[in-house]
Each structure stands twice: as structure tokens, then as C-alpha cells.
């Protein structure tokens, strides 16, 4: 199956009940059609009038969700100099991801799949992912819905592979064509605190959509009401839609981090004006918030620049395929959580020697025990 990404000329049904029922997405009870391809502009066109807005999108996590290593090459991270991945660099056609870890994509029997181990970028290793049932998730029903702006499983297209501006802000050609009024595109933090969370909840909960098959809303655009589209997996018995979402996603939220940081662990951080990316240890402040007390919390001098994930390296877990299911799905509310069962480790004896080679565990353990408080420290 080929994504053309094309945009449709012919004004089909699905346009007439758009253009119908744009006035109010909340007006009627029964899920709408997909707005035609050509009531997008695509990320690019929003670029036109909204080059800083654009800017900044191009530095969130959202922007590099996916990339196309023939346009992209550098996007792949992982380190295939190592032996034993089972695939190569050469069968990787997208990346997916460029936050904590990134997964690869092939084309396999005209759909795509994403290939059983990820390269962890905080520890830098490779790391299993799906192992036994990889096969059995094609990229069509459990991905691109939420990996690209506008997917239509109809003829399997999409207007920009990737969670363009109008994932969140709904299509922009009226917005466009209308000089840039305010009234003809959806701007998620003046709508409604349930409706805005909605928007986040259609890709950052898991659920399936109207048919069964899909795992995301098919049909949903921002502004509309999600629980016509989708159906979250992990309701409670009379629980409304609604109310699982919300519950679910705040769920997510809570766990982020505090109020000033949610969207920074997830990279969602506006304008940096010019600044590089954040490093883990930037993410792992946007919480701890040492700040000139981090020689304190290291017994490190200033000098010595260590980073989080010097010491709090990822625990070797093995995770069985029904944990996988519950815990590691990327639509699940765990997946997003900063603190995972497999992240990190508590115990820096080996942590220690990486640097100190002279040090035996032994030793690494007195001299832990000779600082005291760094438990009230870490905490």
C-alpha cells in the first residue's frame, strides 16, 4: 500500500457534508465525513502568514514524529555499526520518534511495519520492541492515523505525513482564503478546557474508532466532539465516553509533570528563541529543578558535567507480551509517563564504575553511604 499524500481535485460527497456542517462540528450526534483534501494548506502553507509559529513547530517532537530517510537521512539516530539488530540501516524507510527512543519503518507486503527494536536516544542501546507481534500491527490501522494530518483509510491518503498544524488547528484554507480570520480556524486554548483537552486526548488515549478497525478516531478533526469518532479501550463499567477520555487523559497529564512543564517533557515548547533542543538532563529539570544545587545533588564539583542519564540509566527489564499490550503501547497513557517501570535505575554502583574504573561495587557502596541525604537529595 503507497501513501500518495495527494490532494484530491474532485469535490466528492465528503466535501458537500463538510462544508454542510463546518459552521458547528457539535450540532449534530452522528459522526461527519473527513473535510475534502483541498480545505488544507499543509504545514507549509500555514508558514506563509505564521512563519514564527511555524518555527516553533518545527522544533517540537511533534514536527520529527515521522521522517522519510530518502528526504531525511540524518533522521536515523540508531547505531547500525552494532551486530545483532536484525535489520539493517538499508531497510529503514521512515523513523518514527526522536524524543526518548526512535522505532523504523519498512514497506512489507504493501503495508508498512514497524521493525522489532527501537534505539533508546537516552541510553543510546538498542532495546526489543514488539518483538512477537510486530507483524501482526500493520502501520494502516494502528499508526497513521495519528502520525499524519488528514489520513483517509478510504483510498489510504493523507495531506502531510506528519502532526502537521492542522492535527491541532483543523483545516486552514478558509482561515486562508478569509485574510487569516480568527472565526475560520480553531485555536485549542480558546475553545472550551474539555474540548482543547480532547484534541490532545484523540491520539494520547487509547481507543478505537467507529468500525473497530482502526486505532484512532477516523474522521475526527479538532473542534469536533471525539467521543462520535472513538471509543477509549480502558472504560470503567457505565462510564460515559467522555468521562474515560477525560479521566484517561488527565491521567497522562498529572504524571507529565508539574503545571509549568507538561508540555516541555513532551517537547512541546514554543518559541526557544534560537536556543538549541533541550538535552534529557533539561527534561529531567523541567521537573527537579536543581538548578545551582545540581553539584549538590551529583557530589560532583561543577566542573564535572554529568548528565541525568549518566547515573539514572535504564533498567534491563524484560517485559512479556501481555505487560507489552498494557504498559508499552504508544497509545497508552503509560507509554507517555516520565518516570516507566524500565526508567531508571535506582541503584549507581555500575553507573559509577563507568567513569571510576578503579572502583570495585564495594567501594562504590561506601562512598554512597559516606554521602549522606542523597536520598532526601533525590526525592
Known sequence: MKYSGRILLVVSLSAVLWAAAAVCAWATDEAEALPPPEAYITSEGCKKCHEDK????????????????????????????????????????????????????????????????????????????????????????????????????????????????????????????????????????????????????????????????YHFPVGYVAGRDLTKYYTPTKMIDGEAKGDAFLRLFRKWWSNVGSADSECEVCGIFGDRGGREPKTVTDYCMSCHKYNEKYPEHTFHKAEVTLECADCHYKVEVVIDEEDEEDDEDVHSVSYFLVHKKTCYDRDYTTACSKCHENFTADSVERQLGIWLGRDSIHD
Open 54 to 213: 511555524y518555527n516553533a513547530w518545527k522544533r517540537t517532537y511533534h514536527s520529527t514524529a515521522v521522517q522519510k530517510v530518502e528526504d531525511k537521512p540524518d533522521a536515523i539516530m540508531g547505531d547500525f555499526d552494532q551486530t545483532g539488530i536484525g535489520f539493517s540501516k538499508e531497510d529503514v524507510e521512515y523513523t518514527i520518534g526522536a524524543h526518548w527512543n526512535q522505532r523504523y519503518m519498512k514497506e512489507i507486503d504493501d503495508d508498512y511495519y514497524i521493525l522489532p527494536k527501537l534505539w533508546s536516544i537516552s541510553s543510546q542501546r538498542w532495546e526489543p520492541y514488539n518483538v512477537w507481534g510486530w507483524r501482526k500491527m500493520p502501520y494502516s490501522k494502528f499508526c497513521v492515523g495519528c502520525h499524519a494530518t488528514r489520513y483517509d483509510p478510504v483510498d489510504n491518503s493523507y495531506v502531510e505525513h506528519t502532526i502537521g498544524c492542522e492535527v491541532c488547528h483543523g483545516p486552514g484554507r478558509e482561515h486562508a482564503d478569509a485574510g487569516g480570520d480568527i472565526d475560520k480556524i480553531i485555536h485549542p486554548n480558546k475553545l472550551g478546557s474539555v474540548e482543547m483537552e480532547l484534541i490532545c486526548a484523540s491520539c494520547h488515549v487509547r481507543g478505537l474508532d467507529n468500525s473497530g478497525q
